[in-house]
């Protein structure tokens, strides 16, 4: 089975653009470990790279001796790689590892061109909550309701060149949190806040002229429509974010 097969046919890979996993391998540099070999401690200062298990498999260890284990397709390092903190888990290799190595370069120039790649490190995420908290999944009440159910609709967005003040003053008008951002084709780019206008303007001293495509714009994290509201509330408790973009068959729907 080829490197392809083997990531495309993985949860978090699955019915994406085939380019974009090509362009993956074609960017990305191999690694091969073997049993016991440690990517990365606790504390240890992040390395400005993410990875993705081509085949193998790896055990993440929390500080709290908890441990999981993930396989192909899996991304390694995700936390670190979208706060760029220091590691908080040990991970190591259970027998041999085949590694794709993505810097952070790599990621965002691959991302520019497959909005996709975003869709990939949110089913990461979303897997990952589930390991993690299995007994979530009794909740009962107005956490299992469908996120569908509560995001606000029609999705808000605006382009790359929608200046700051602009952006900020669409805010304001509609009453609403956040903006998405997308390109002309709809495709999501990331999301813009009040608090991010403000910190470019009144810590960088950006001019309120500038554009986002000048300025650049947060990270967007993605759910599905039909998951929980546990796991929206879930991944904005881990990753310490308010809004979460609503994606359905590969299109922004709405915000939560």
């Known amino acids: 089975m080829t490197e392809l097969d083997l990531l495309a046919q993985s949860n978090t890979f699955r019915d994406l653009n085939p380019l974009m996993l090509d362009r993956l391998l074609d960017e990305g540099e191999r690694r091969v470990l073997i049993d016991g070999d440690v990517l990365f401690r606790p504390d240890q200062v992040y390395t400005e790279e993410i990875y993705v298990i081509i085949n193998g498999e790896v055990l993440i260890q929390r500080v709290d001796g908890q441990t999981y284990a993930i396989g192909p397709g899996d991304f390694v390092g995700l936390s670190s790689f979208l706060d760029k903190d220091p590691y908080s888990s040990t991970a190591f290799c259970r027998g041999r590892v085949d590694l794709l190595v993505l810097s952070d370069e790599t990621f965002h120039k691959v991302k520019k ?93 950006a001019n309120a002229s500038l554009t986002l495509r000048e300025v650049g714009v947060e990270n967007a994290f993605t759910i599905g429509p039909d998951e929980q509201l546990w796991e929206a509330e879930q991944l904005q408790q881990d990753y310490g974010v308010k809004h979460l973009v609503v994606v359905e068959d590969g299109a922004p729907v709405g915000m939560v």
């Open 113 to 205: 061109d497959f909005p996709d790649l975003s869709s990939a490190v949110n089913r990461s995420i979303a897997d990952r909550i589930r390991r993690w908290n299995p007994g979530r999944r009794g909740t009962t009440g107005v956490l299992i309701q469908p996120v569908r159910s509560f995001m606000t609709v029609p999705f808000a967005a605006c382009s790359f060149d929608t200046t700051l003040e602009s952006a900020l003053n669409i805010m304001r008008s509609r009453k609403i949190g956040s903006l998405g951002v997308t390109d002309a084709d709809g495709h999501l780019f990331g999301i813009v806040t009040p608090a991010a206008i403000a910190e470019a303007v009144v810590v960088k001293d």
